[in-house]
């Protein structure tokens, strides 16, 4: 009898399909695990098959949970996923080695110090508002341009472009959009596609996915 496929080894598959269709190399495509409101004891058995890139929303969860694991798996890449309130940014600096939810021009001035302070300099994804809506964050289109330069001026480090389309509807043309907008700003990544969408998403030009309920499970209820 055949070992049953873990959940990771099923979204690796499924990962590498995407990419064949798409005549992609699987290694052009990051998984991100996210892992946010689940502990540690859930997040072990994944780092112990060889997961490394992992997602958090919360800066403070984060500072709680990852210290540790970080200690016994010293080659953990961290990544910002959430939104980042400007006075978290020296904290998101510290912790993390990439942010995937920089989308706006306060939160660039706080980055843009947090990073001259600690003198790390961390690799930051523009959110862009692709789906017009409000409650998500995420930069609107018309601001991009003036929040890539900004980015730059402040010597952050540009990674690419990140989206949270709307949900229930088809994903495929917020992807092809945010696929575009990175190419018309030479920007090599593109932050896209969750449980549901990482295949379209990888179709559509994602770099990095992130992959939260299809690894894990359902996420605990807040408590
Ligand atoms: C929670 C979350 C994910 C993962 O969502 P799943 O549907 O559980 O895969 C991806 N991106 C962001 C920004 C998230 O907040």
Known sequence: MEKA???LQHVQANIAAACRIARREPEEVTLIA?????????????????QRHFGENRVQEAQGKWPALREAYPAVQLHLIGQLQSNKAEDAVALFDAIHSLDRPSLVKALGKAMDKSGQRVPCFIQVDVGEEDQKGGCPVAELPALIEQARQADIPLAGLMCLPPQDIEPAPFFAFLDKLARDHGL????MGMSGDYETAIKLGATHV???TAL???RPAAG
């Open 5 to 7: 496929e873990t959940p």
């Open 34 to 50: 996210v892992s946010k409101m689940h502990p540690a004891e859930a997040i072990e058995p994944v780092l112990g098959e060889g």
């Open 188 to 191: 090599e990544g593109r932050s």
């Open 210 to 212: 992130r992959v939260g």
């Open 216 to 218: 894990f499970g359902a």
